[in-house]
């Protein structure tokens, strides 16, 4: 069972950069891919990114797609998200997450850390 905890969010310029990392105090980080999504006030949680198991495989929403890496280290037991160019419509609560496999749909997650708001100013 993966017990997620995120961190590293925080105010930020446009065209600013964050790094998000997600830690897993449980004993079962590498049995699990990892996504990361985020959540804009009005709006429904929506994909960011996703890795599989062993970090060879990687999606991306299209409105990050060139400017977020996702990485993970399965001996640490932490996923990264490298969020480069920011813009104000990156402004959420990001949230990490495990699934069996890397997809993009919220439904196929579980474990779901608290969140951590990140906010880009214009």
């Known amino acids: 069972q993966v017990q997620l905890v995120e961190s590293g969010g925080g105010l930020v310029q446009a065209g600013g950069s964050l790094r998000l990392s997600c830690v897993d105090s449980g004993r079962t980080f590498s049995s699990y891919a990892m996504g990361w999504f985020r959540q804009a006030p009005g709006k429904e949680r929506e994909f960011v990114a996703a890795i599989d198991r062993i970090g060879t495989i990687t999606l991306y929403a299209d409105s990050v797609k060139g400017r977020f890496t996702i990485s993970r280290d399965n001996v640490q037991s932490t996923m990264s998200l490298q969020m480069n160019s920011l813009k104000p419509e990156d402004t959420a609560v990001y949230f990490c997450?495990?699934?069996?496999?890397?997809?993009?749909?919220?439904?196929?997650?579980?474990?779901w850390g608290q969140g951590t708001q990140v906010t880009v100013s214009s």
């Open positions: 997450a495990a699934a069996s496999w890397p997809r993009r749909n919220l439904e196929e997650y579980n474990g």
